[in-house]
């Protein structure tokens, strides 16, 4: 069983900032992409960040220049470093893997979601 646990989200003003951990845990073989996705509410999930197993990043327009994803050595912890963070940035942050991971069948690739990680910025 896949398993991704977030962190570091919470209030903040606007011009603040505040970083995001997501770490996965299981069987897992392979990493293929990690990132981030953000739903405000009564809008589309949007992708915010995505870093590829071969270290490629690509960044939604709002969020360039702001917002930095990383990831640590063992590749299975994303992070995402955002500031001077502004109201529009407020959404339920969810952390996505795409990996081939071992399951009860055999081993499948398949996508992940975090539980979300509420981000509020005040103005």
């Known amino acids: 069983q896949v398993q991704l646990v977030e962190s570091g989200g919470g209030l903040v003003q606007a011009g603040g900032s505040l970083r995001l951990s997501c770490a996965a845990s299981?069987?897992?073989?392979?990493?293929?992409?990690m990132g981030w996705y953000r739903q405000a509410p009564g809008k589309q999930r949007e992708l915010v960040a995505v870093?590829?197993?071969?270290?490629?990043?690509n960044y939604v327009d709002s969020v360039k220049g702001r917002f930095t994803i990383s990831r640590d050595n063992a590749k299975t912890t994303v992070y995402l470093e955002m500031n001077s963070l502004k109201p529009e940035d407020t959404a339920v942050y969810y952390c996505?893997?795409?990996?081939?991971?071992?399951?009860?069948?055999?081993?499948?690739?398949?996508?992940?979601w975090g539980q979300g990680t509420q981000v509020t910025v005040s103005s």
């Open positions: 996505k893997l795409d990996a081939t991971t071992g399951q009860a069948v055999g081993v499948m690739r398949g996508i992940y």
């Open positions: 299981g069987i897992i073989f392979s990493i293929n992409a």
């Open positions: 870093i590829s197993s071969g270290g490629s990043i």
